[in-house]
């Protein structure tokens, strides 16, 4: 399986109808508080629109939903996966991206037969407060080199800048939240985020 270069994050429908035109291809709806009846619409309605744009929808946590919907991605942290039924995401042939910050996280992922694992932070991160320190650059190439051609999505600080260095150090994907919903000017980042991930394409 190959991942898009470009991972955009998002928390909400209105992120996706503002850059989902820019161009992003891979889109994790992240949303953390709301009730079951909502998230259900707003997961319907994201999957509608990425299918819309030829983008893939990774969804963040909410499993079930997930394959109530008929999604084709589920990210779980590592507190979710534990409590999470994998045999029933797998069943309904939902890939599965999780989480890792160190090496026994990463043993653990590796044991679930994940479709992709995430390493972060890379860099120092704004997002949430971190237990683990930047994991940096080296980290990335230490990483691909024991999970081989399972796609690496790194996360956690990401620039344009950054997002080449990672890419280069051996990501298959570069994870991105603040860096475009913070910006003053979202679309035209996401699109810069476009435009330096496609020769990693």
Same mark, same amino acid.
Request: with cysteine.
């Given at each position: ?27 994790? @709806?992240?949303?953390?508080?709301? =009730? /079951? +009846? *909502? %998230?259900?619409?707003?997961? !319907? ?5 990425? &299918? ?43 890939? @599965?991206?999780?989480?890792?910050? =160190? /090496? +026994? *996280? %990463?043993?653990?992922?590796? !044991? ?5 694992? &995430? ?51 051996? +990501? ?30």
């Amino acid at each position: 399986m190959k991942l898009d270069p470009f991972y955009l994050i998002v928390d909400s429908l209105d992120w996706l109808t503002r850059l989902l035109p820019q161009g992003a291809r891979l889109v994790q @709806l992240r949303i953390k508080e709301m =009730d /079951e +009846a *909502e %998230l259900r619409a707003q997961i !319907a309605a994201a999957k509608t629109l990425c &299918a819309a744009a030829g983008a893939q929808l990774v969804v963040n946590d909410y499993w079930r939903l997930a394959i109530d919907l008929g999604c084709d991605f589920v990210h779980l942290g590592q507190q979710d996966f534990l409590a999470a039924d994998l045999p029933a995401i797998r069943r309904a042939g939902i890939k @599965l991206g999780l989480s890792t910050h =160190d /090496e +026994a *996280e %990463l043993e653990t992922a590796l !044991a679930q037969k994940p479709d992709y694992v &995430a390493l972060g932070p890379i860099f120092p991160t704004i997002l949430k407060k971190m237990p683990w320190a930047p994991q940096g650059l080296e980290r990335i190439g230490e990483w691909k080199r024991k999970i081989g051609d399972l796609p690496l999505v790194a996360i956690g600080g990401l620039t344009p800048e950054r997002g080449i260095e990672v890419l280069r150090a051996g +990501a298959d994907s570069a994870a991105v939240v603040t860096d475009i919903t913070l910006n003053a000017d979202p679309e035209g980042r996401a699109r810069q985020w476009v435009a330096i991930s496609r020769p990693f394409v």
